[in-house]
Structures are given as structure tokens and as C-alpha cells.
């Protein structure tokens, strides 16, 4: 039974991989931080019927005595690091932070696997929004990397460092420059799961309007189901490298504002309302992606539709709130 350890495992990727991974007869390992909160913080986990086929272990990312002690206890196959202060905007409050977790997290890592486990393979969970203000109109993996917040500058130190340590040390590392990827596991604080929320509290009747910041700002969509069998794919080649993974579409947030309130049978435009202090001090206007070389070399391909996945959110959130007592 092959084995994988998952750093930020209950999450939105972590918990979709898991249950891939599950599915595929790995054994699974999760690093997960201890904090107060522990009894609610895998809640995806059991959302997909999977917490209790999961060991979590407790470690801390920016600690690389505790990272190393996991890995060996652990000895992965693979290893996916998937843990990061992942939300941008609130990068610009915390940028000490996310460069801590974000940046030299994943180095942890990669030393750690460098020096307990260096047969295993592993995975850094790169971004899109290392390309920022874009240099090219569709992103590949050679297109020119301009960062525009602390969350994609941290991003962009963990994505080189897999480079050095994949060319300087030999190991099997690849990184997933992934464009955005959401579902009915994302954040709410992430501006899809925002807008499918908001769609349905307005539809249940618990709010009167949904308040966002800049809805030109235009971005790649996928499923993250669709994603996280990407990060697998890489870890199965023969030689690590480096794949862009998109969909080639890219929709404005007020596009997709009007899909997720049309799906509950509302107008937007009756609903949303700007609010200058949610926009960003640095706006990424536009991302999309070419993912050319992942369908040529991986075999993969995006399956679920952008119009599937804000209906597969807007019920999961529909769901969610009606299942919710009343006060």
C-alpha cells in the first residue's frame, strides 16, 4: 500500500486529495496544526465521509524539527504540501506570516524530505497568482512571473526553491502552477464561496444584499476535484516538472455573479453591492491559463463545466443554511 503524507490536508485540496488518494488504496497521513479549534477543523474531512480513514499528526510547518520528526515517522511516498496562509487579501495584513508559512514552509519541507525521505516524491501547490500583473494574455509555464501581493511573492520563493531542490539535490519535485479552483469545500472567505453563500442566505431569506469589491477582476475557474487529480498525475511521471493547470476560460466576477444568483432564480444586479474596502491595494486584473503541456504530457483535462460547479455550490450552500436551526 503506498503511502502519502498531506500537508494543509483539511483544507479545500487537502481534503478533495485525500479522498483520491483514499480511493486509490493509499495509505494517507495529514499534517495538521495544533490549535483550539480542533474538534471543528476537519470538517471537510467529514463533510466527504473521510476523517476517520485519515491519520492526523501534529506538527507545525514552520517548526523543521517537527516536520523532520513526521517524515520520518511517516515515510511517504509521496508528498504533497498543500499548507499555506492561502487567503490574499488578507495577505497584505499579515505578510510577515505568509511568508513564513506560505514561503519557508514549504523549504521546511523540502528539507525535511531532503534529508529524512529523499527517495519520495514530492508536490508544491504553485499559483496562478504568481503571474499578477500578467505579461503575456494567456499564461503558460514559461510565461514571465510578476507577483502583486505578499501571497503570490511567498508563492513564487516556495515555487524556485522546488526548482533548486529539484535540480540542486535531485529529488522528485514538481510544482502545479494551478489557476483558481473552487468547489462546495472552498473558504468562505474566497470570493466564489462568498457569492454562492450570499446567493443562498438572499434566497432563504437571512440577508438583503451581498456586498463584493472589484467585480471586473476576471479569473480561470475549475473544480478542484479536477485539480487535485492533476497533483497525483505529476507525482506518477517518470521526471518532475513544472505544469500550468486551467481550464482556458476566463470569467469576471460578475459573470459569475449572475450565474449563482440566476441558478437560484434571482438578478444579481437587484442584490450586489461594491464596497471600496474590499478591494485589493494591488488588483490582479486577469488570469487564464494554457494548459497545453498537462494535457499532452499527464493526460489530463478539466471534466466539471463552470456552469456544474456554481450549481453544485450554490445547493451545497442552500443546503447548508436550510439545515441550520432558526433562532
Given at each position: 500500500m503506498p503511502s502519502a503524507l498531506i500537508t494543509g490536508i483539511t483544507g479545500q485540496d487537502g481534503a478533495y486529495l485525500a479522498q483520491l488518494l483514499l480511493d486509490r488504496g493509499y495509505h494517507v497521513h495529514g499534517l495538521l496544526r495544533r490549535s483550539a479549534s480542533a474538534d471543528v477543523i476537519g470538517e471537510r474531512l467529514r463533510w466527504l465521509g473521510i476523517l476517520d480513514r485519515v491519520k492526523l499528526i501534529d506538527g507545525d510547518m514552520v517548526d523543521l524539527s517537527s516536520v523532520i520528526r513526521i517524515v520520518q515517522a511517516t515515510r511517504p511516498d509521496e508528498v504533497y504540501n498543500l499548507a499555506a496562509q492561502s487567503f490574499v487579501h488578507a495577505s497584505w495584513q499579515q505578510p510577515?506570516?505568509?511568508g513564513t508559512v506560505t514561503g519557508l514552509g514549504a523549504v521546511n519541507m523540502l528539507e525535511a524530505v531532503r534529508i529524512a525521505r529523499p527517495e519520495a516524491r514530492f508536490y508544491q501547490a504553485s499559483s496562478s497568482?504568481?503571474?499578477g500583473k500578467i505579461q503575456e494574455p494567456i499564461q503558460t509555464e514559461?510565461?514571465?512571473f510578476y507577483p502583486r501581493s505578499p501571497y503570490a511573492a511567498a508563492?513564487?520563493?516556495?515555487?524556485?526553491?522546488?526548482v533548486n531542490y529539484r535540480e540542486s539535490f535531485?529529488?522528485?519535485a514538481s510544482s502545479g502552477i494551478l489557476f483558481n479552483h473552487e468547489s462546495p469545500l472552498r473558504g468562505i472567505e474566497f470570493v466564489t464561496r462568498k457569492v454562492t453563500d450570499g446567493v443562498a442566505r438572499i434566497k432563504l431569506g437571512l440577508a438583503t444584499e451581498l456586498r463584493l469589491?472589484?467585480?471586473?477582476?476576471?479569473?480561470?475557474?475549475?473544480?478542484?476535484?479536477d485539480y487535485v487529480q492533476a497533483m497525483w498525475l505529476m507525482l506518477q511521471q517518470g521526471s518532475p516538472?513544472?505544469?500550468?493547470?486551467?481550464?482556458?476560460r476566463s470569467t469576471t466576477i460578475a459573470e459569475f455573479c449572475q450565474m449563482a444568483f440566476a441558478h437560484a432564480g434571482l438578478d444579481w444586479q437587484d442584490f450586489v453591492r461594491t464596497d471600496a474596502e474590499l478591494l485589493r491595494p494591488a488588483e490582479v486584473e486577469v488570469l487564464r491559463g494554457n494548459a497545453a503541456k498537462a494535457r499532452?504530457?499527464?493526460?489530463?483535462?478539466p471534466t466539471v463545466t463552470l456552469e456544474a460547479m456554481v450549481a453544485e455550490m450554490v445547493e451545497a450552500d442552500l443546503a447548508r443554511h436550510r439545515a441550520r436551526p432558526r433562532a
Open positions: 510577515l506570516l505568509t497568482e504568481m503571474f514559461r510565461t514571465p508563492k513564487l520563493y516556495a515555487h524556485w526553491m522546488t535531485g529529488l522528485h469589491g472589484n467585480l471586473n477582476a476576471s479569473r480561470d475557474w475549475g473544480h478542484a476535484r516538472d513544472d505544469y500550468v493547470i486551467a481550464t482556458g499532452q504530457v499527464l493526460g489530463w483535462q
